[in-house]
């Protein structure tokens, strides 16, 4: 829906407006009446205390749309603002480049300069002590690994400490190349492990405590969706004290929370546990530790993977093994505080309260999952993570919704604006209100969309080809094979072919290779950057891969004129937790398929659609080759959820318009 707001006149600030024009007029661009929409409603939900959502399609320019209310709103009440995002690429696009050019705009307009930082978790800052310290062994299994990534990883920790000495900030970021997570976690600590800034030795010169500090100073601190859902859900605030929160890629927040919150226990946790407490307790206590990770780690090994609907008697009791050896090691330990003058045991003795704790909660946790009288009263899924050459299989804990964690922990102390490209599934914010916990008692909200600045119907052709048959499990038909090379010829290259495994995209990648005169890369040839980069560079070049290309890839211009679906992209139907929530939804009396699979692919058909149309002057072609888009009862409800294409099911014309179009590029 939308709604006309008017903005709220301040006595000693100017308005959003006068604020917004400025910035506009400094940055180059244009007013968009989506934008000046925006601007007023995120005001007006500051203003009301109320919460917020925004779907803003792709050129709105919402990140000016919130950080010109946000930063008047952090000069206005002397608290500042907190930005998440979901992604790495977002967050440096705010840090360097949106704010520090906001900031100059609209520092002649404002009592003083706005002021920002970034902020992220303990584990992404290098932790001095730990760098120079006799800390834990962090070999974790080094014989599951070749020699070859052994010294690998020797390199990668000789860089890690050549880097140390100049850096000034520990952020891991910062580091170009990467380097592995196993070299890493023997310069960082997690906030389980860490001594704390009056404790440890290198307290004043803590590059996270230094983080810490800056964003305590700052207008607008810009973080990540896991570290707001840890700051708002533990027990001590990592985030300075703030009455707004903006955010953005608000489709993600759900699942990044669910990450945050689930748990993991496999022999490697249990065995990483045992080494911490090493001699610091009896070693026959530790050793009915490590025997009881013995036990889980047979156990699994001979365990179908899967979801765990009822707690096998044998699981049970070893589950229980753990948790109780756990315990007594825990016990065995002492005090907490205990070693408080001696910074090197005060650290071992750290790390092995942080790694025995997740053992013992994580078990614990598993065997509260079971034992309710029915689904309704079920809280949590627990499943059997199948392993791989390098990993052992691992037991997983998750809750089957997160709405009641963000409706007391997030949306009960601050107003929250949440906002992305795709938010109105069907047509309606209800999907995803419910699964942030919006509704009931508390805050009000409202969900307003601003539109998109692009001319859908003009701009783009939705395909749906349903004369193909309906997609199966043995990989891509020949008929779905011809129908990509046919659309590909017909684009002259040019083409995101979007798969819903990476097998699918393997598959048709060596498929198609051979018959098509135009280069195809496929994701996992090389770093996913390189291969965009390659693909908006070369016209005629192809690119196919999987999820992260739904949401990663931002190529306007003539490289991009077709984007290939190949199947309604549902969860499996042997996810362990989407099935669970879809099975807890429908026992309280709901539509489990649409809240949980519906909802899903819908908002990845959004975001795989939004690839296409990226600059004004862009046109091109969303293909789906899935004819249930077409025929199927919910067939509407995917629909609704896209932007508002020009739609046809016959073949012919989106190779015409394709080929129109690769004329036009070739003129």
């Known amino acids: 829906m939308r709604v006309a707001f008017t903005a709220v006149p301040d006595s000693h600030l100017p308005s959003v407006d006068e604020l917004l024009k400025v910035a506009v007029n400094a940055l180059g661009g244009s007013e968009r009446q989506g934008q000046l929409t925006m601007v007023h409603a995120v005001q007006q939900a500051i203003d009301d205390e109320e919460h917020l959502a925004v779907q803003a399609g792709t050129g709105t320019g919402k990140s000016l749309a919130y950080l010109v209310p946000s930063i008047r709103h952090a000069m206005d009440s002397d608290s500042p603002v907190v930005v998440s995002t979901a992604t790495i690429a977002l967050q440096r696009q705010l840090v360097d480049r949106d704010l520090p050019r906001l900031a100059e705009t609209l520092g002649k307009e404002l009592p003083h300069e706005p002021t920002f930082a970034i902020l992220k978790g303990r584990r992404n800052y290098l932790c001095r002590y730990k760098a120079t310290a006799g800390w834990p062994e962090e070999d974790e299994q080094d014989q599951l690994f070749d020699p070859r990534e052994v010294s690998a990883t020797g390199r990668m920790v000789q860089r890690i400490q050549e880097w140390a000495e100049e850096t000034e900030t520990g952020d891991r970021d910062e580091l170009v190349p990467g380097v592995s997570e196993q070299a ?9 492990e860490c001594l704390g800034a009056s404790r440890c030795p290198s307290g004043a010169e803590c590059f996270a405590e230094l983080a810490r500090a800056r964003a305590g100073e700052v207008d607008v601190v810009v973080t990540n969706h896991a570290l707001l859902a840890i700051d708002a859900m533990g027990d001590l605030p990592v985030l300075p004290e703030h009455e707004v929160v903006v955010v953005d890629e608000a489709h993600e927040l759900v699942d990044r929370v669910t990450s945050v919150v689930t748990g993991e226990l496999s022999e490697l946790t249990v065995s990483l546990a045992v080494r911490r407490v090493g001699r610091l307790i009896e070693q026959g206590i530790a050793d009915r530790l490590q025997e009881a990770g013995e036990d889980l780690k047979a156990l699994l090994a001979a365990a179908p993977p899967g979801r765990i609907d009822e707690l096998p008697q044998v699981l049970g009791l070893t589950l229980a093994l753990v948790r109780d050896t756990a315990w007594r090691c825990i016990t065995a330990l002492g005090p907490r505080g205990a070693d408080k003058d001696d910074p090197d045991k005060a650290g071992q003795r750290k790390a092995a309260f942080s790694a025995l704790d997740e053992v013992h909660d994580t078990a614990v946790r598993m065997l509260e999952a079971y034992g309710h009288d029915s689904e309704t009263d079920r809280a949590e899924v627990v499943w059997l993570d199948a392993g791989t050459d390098r990993r052992p299989p691992m037991l997983r804990v998750a809750p089957l919704t997160v709405s009641g964690m963000l409706r007391d922990k997030l949306f009960g102390e601050r107003t929250v604006v949440l906002t992305s490209a795709t938010l109105a599934l069907g047509g309606t ?5 419910a699964q942030w916990g919006l509704g ?11 539109g ?7 701009a783009g052709i939705l395909y749906v080809a349903k004369h193909l048959p309906q997609p199966g499990r043995d990989g891509l038909p020949q008929q779905y094979l011809d129908e990509i090379v ?9 083409t995101l072919g979007l ?6 995209a ?5 498929a ?30 192809c690119l196919f891969g999987t999820l992260s290309l739904w949401q990663g890839v931002d190529v306007p211009g003539p490289s991009l004129r077709l984007v290939i679906i190949d199947r309604v992209p549902f969860p499996r139907p042997d996810d362990p937790l989407t099935s669970a929530r879809q099975r807890h939804v429908a026992a309280k009396g709901g539509n489990g398929f649409m809240a949980v699979a519906a909802n899903h692919a819908a908002l990845l058909l959004a975001q795989g659609a939004g690839r296409l149309l990226r600059a004004q002057d862009d046109k091109g072609v969303i293909a789906v080759l899935d004819p249930r888009l077409a025929t199927a009862r919910y067939s509407g409800f995917l629909l609704g959820s896209l932007p508002p294409f020009w739609r046809t099911t016959d073949p012919a014309i989106p190779r015409a318009a394709l080929k129109r179009l690769a004329a036009e590029s070739a003129g």
């Open 184 to 192: 890493w976690r023997q310069f960082s600590v997690s906030a389980q």
């Open 429 to 433: 914010f209800d999907g995803l209100a």
């Open 440 to 450: 009931g008692e508390g805050k009000g909200w409202q969900g307003i969309d601003v």
């Open 452 to 458: 998109s600045p692009f001319d859908h119907p003009r």
């Open 486 to 494: 046919e659309l590909i010829e017909a684009a002259g290259g040019r």
């Open 499 to 504: 798969f819903s495994s990476m097998r699918a």
């Open 506 to 510: 393997k598959a048709a990648t060596e």
């Open 512 to 541: 198609l290779r051979d018959r098509l005169d135009v280069p195809l890369l496929c994701q996992g040839d090389d770093s996913t950057m390189l291969l965009v980069k390659q693909f908006a560079e070369d016209e005629p070049t």
